[in-house]
Antibody
Framework: QVRLAESGGGVVQPGGSLRLSCATS????????MHWVRQAPGKGLEWVAF????????YYADSVKGRFTISRDNPKNTVYLHMYSLTAEDTAVYYC????????????WGQGTMVTVSS | DIQMTQSPSSLSASVGDRVTITCRAS??????LNWYQHRPGKAPSLLIY???SLQRGVPSRFSGSRSGTEFTLIISSLQPEDFATYYC?????????FGPGTKVSIK
């Protein structure tokens, strides 16, 4: 069974940093791209970042470009989201999601981890 | 960036009703359009990919179609577990933008 489990969320001060992790199991992690998506309180889903199966390319939403970095460790079946210069607008539940094989679609999601940016 | 709009933003319906949700892209995205269901407190789930392909395990009452830059999600007979928010997402170009969502609630 495919499983994704996010961790690393918490409360951080404005301007601070945080690293989210997404541990995966049940599929050949090194064959699939991975996404991060977030949902701010009372808002809709916002796509954040994507990394190719081999880590060769990464893509970001304009709202996080230059502040967030997506990375992966294929031997550990884990994808990360490094977040810097956080602001209150980054407060959200952060989900990791697995990419579909033949088309770009988010076919399996984790339960999410909450990040609160507040002083 | 490609902008996605959805209509309606919310609707009230009864069990057994046919529900139609529309999503429009600001430019051509061919069939690179996915639909997701999101229940409160749960992880989102993929319903439809490539505009009209039903994800494995999703009930056949869900269907998707495309006409140009307009995409439609239809729930043929609404069930109690279908009360949720539905999002479209384009994956034609980065950033892979979501629509603002359509909340389906009980009448």
């Amino acid at each position: 069974q495919v499983r994704l489990a996010e961790s690393g969320g918490g409360v951080v001060q404005p301007g601070g940093s945080l690293r989210l992790s997404c541990a995966t199991s049940g599929f050949s992690f090194n064959k699939y791209g991975m996404h991060w998506v977030r949902q701010a309180p009372g808002k809709g889903l916002e796509w954040v970042a994507f990394i190719r199966f081999d880590g060769s390319q990464t893509y970001y939403a304009d709202s996080v470009k230059g502040r967030f970095t997506i990375s992966r460790d294929n031997p550990k079946n884990t994808v990360y989201l490094h977040m810097y210069s956080l602001t209150a607008e980054d407060t959200a539940v952060y989900y990791c999601a697995k990419d579909y094989f033949s088309v770009t679609a988010l076919d399996v999601w984790g339960q999410g981890t909450m990040v609160t940016v507040s002083s | 960036d490609i902008q996605m709009t959805q209509s309606p933003s919310s609707l009230s319906a009864s069990v057994g009703d046919r529900v139609t949700i529309t999503c429009r892209a600001s430019q051509s995205i061919t069939t690179d359009l996915n639909w997701y269901q999101h229940r409160p407190g749960k992880a989102p789930s993929l319903l439809i990919y490539s505009a009209s392909s039903l994800q494995r395990g999703v009930p056949s009452r869900f269907s998707g179609s495309r006409s140009g830059t307009e995409f439609t999600l239809i729930i043929s007979s609404l069930q109690p577990e279908d009360f949720a928010t539905y999002y479209c997402q384009q994956t034609y170009n980065v950033p892979f933008t979501f629509g603002p969502g359509t909340k389906v609630s009980i009448k």
